[in-house]
C-alpha cells in the first residue's frame, strides 16, 4: 500500500519555462511534507518542506503547494534552469510507524526531471 | 562540518553471503535512518535508530537488522543475501529523527550488487 504517490515517472521542460512536480497522500496523520532532490550516485538532499497548517511555502524558484482536502502536494520551479535535471522525491512526515510515538518520513518513488537547454 | 559517511561506497556479493554497512551521521546527531533505494521502488523505510534503540521499523524482512553504537555510528546487516536485495542503501541523520519540521541529511550511499 504506496502512501504517497508520484504518478509521472519522468518530466521534460524546456529551459526557463515552469516545471511542476506532483504527489499524492493517503494517509491523513502525515503533518509536514518536504521534497528532496537526488542526482544520481549522490544521496537526496533537501529542497522544501510545508507544514500542514499551511497551503503554499516558497523559497526562491520553488514554491510548495499543499492541497490538504485532496491530500495532494505540487511542487514549482521557475525558471527552471538545466541543473534542475534530477529526481525529485516527495516525502511525508507523520506518527506511522510501529514505535510508539514516532515518526516516520515516508517517500514516494520520485519524478525524473528533465530541463532541456 | 563533515556529513554523512556511509562505508563502502560498492559492494558486490554473492548470494547466500552477509554483507555490513557503515554509516556515521552528522556530528550531534542522534537519529540514523536506514532506506533502500531500488529502480522504480523509490526510497523504502528500513529502520531508525535513536540513542543506541531502534524506535522504528519498516516492513522489511528478518534478515535486515541494524544497530547503533554509543558515538551514534550506526550499522546495518542483512544476512543470507538475495537477488532482490541488490540496491542503493542510504542513511540519513538527524537531531531528533523525522519529527515535524526537521529534514534528514543523507549520506551517498552504498551500491549493493548481489550476484
Known amino acids: ?117 | 562540518k563533515a556529513g554523512v559517511t556511509q562505508t563502502p561506497r560498492y559492494l558486490i556479493k554473492t548470494r547466500g553471503q552477509q554483507v555490513t554497512l557503515s554509516c556515521s551521521p552528522i556530528s550531534g546527531h542522534r537519529s540514523v535512518s536506514w532506506y533502500q533505494q531500488t529502480p522504480g521502488q523509490g526510497l523504502q523505510f528500513l529502520f531508525e535508530y535513536f540513542s543506541e534503540t531502534q524506535r522504528n521499523k519498516g516492513n522489511f524482512p528478518g534478515r535486515f537488522s541494524g544497530r547503533q553504537f554509543s558515538n551514534s555510528r550506526s550499522e546495518m546487516n542483512v544476512s543470507t543475501l538475495e537477488l532482490g536485495d541488490s540496491a542503493l542503501y542510504l542513511c540519513a541523520s538527524s537531531t531528533q529523527g523525522a519529527r515535524t519540521n526537521e529534514k534528514l541529511f543523507f549520506g551517498s550511499g552504498t551500491q549493493l550488487s548481489v550476484l
Open chain 1, 1 to 117: 500500500d504506496q502512501q504517497v504517490k508520484q504518478n509521472s515517472p519522468s518530466l521534460s521542460v524546456q529551459e526557463g519555462r515552469i516545471s511542476i512536480l506532483n504527489c499524492d497522500y493517503t494517509n491523513s496523520m502525515f503533518d509536514y511534507f518536504l521534497w528532496y532532490k537526488k542526482y544520481p550516485a549522490e544521496g537526496p538532499t533537501f529542497l522544501i518542506s510545508i507544514s500542514s497548517i499551511k497551503d503554499k511555502n516558497e523559497d526562491g524558484r520553488f514554491t510548495v503547494f499543499l492541497n490538504k482536502s485532496a491530500k495532494h502536494l505540487s511542487l514549482h520551479i521557475v525558471p527552471s534552469q538545466p541543473g534542475d535535471s534530477a529526481v525529485y522525491f516527495c516525502a511525508a512526515s507523520g506518527p506511522i510507524g510501529s514505535g510508539a510515538g514516532s515518526y516516520q518520513l515516508t517517500f514516494g518513488k520520485g519524478t525524473k526531471l528533465s530541463v532541456i537547454p
